[in-house]
């Protein structure tokens, strides 16, 4: 039943028939959470911090790649959840206990990853900030 409701829009469901055009596919919905989530948007500015203070305290290329890793880690769990969220919405508007658990756990899934970028940032970042 769910298939039958989907209304698949831009390709009618087939693979992008070239690179180009899975690059914009690509890039439209990096574009979308940039533009429509606000957990997307805060993060870009928290990243954009992060990355400052980096800069200020002159970060070991270990501890960038630490950084880097992180950042995009919790970007990446934004867009998977804004994704799953929007799959569920598609599917049903009303109340469903199944729809509310996959929201829940994909929610959860970004909350995990934001405390562990607080971890490598407490790690890199506090003995800088103290001595």
Do not use: H
Request: aromatic fraction near 10%; charged fraction near 20%; glycine fraction near 6%.
């Amino acid at each position: 039943m769910f298939l039958k409701n989907l209304e698949l829009q831009g390709n009618n469901g087939m693979k992008n028939k070239n690179f180009l055009s899975s690059v914009k596919c690509t890039i439209s919905g990096i574009l979308y959470c940039i533009k429509n989530e606000r957990n997307v948007k805060i993060d870009i500015i928290i990243a954009i911090l992060v990355v400052l203070l980096g800069f200020v305290f002159k970060l070991s290329k270990i501890e960038w790649c630490f950084i880097v890793c992180v950042i995009f880690f919790v970007i990446v769990s934004e867009m998977f959840n804004t994704a799953i969220e929007k799959t569920v919405d598609l599917y049903t508007k009303e109340y469903n206990e199944i729809a509310k658990i996959a929201k829940d756990v994909s929610s959860g899934a970004v909350m995990l990853s934001a405390i562990c970028s607080v971890i490598v940032g407490c790690i890199i970042f506090l003995p800088k900030i103290i001595g």
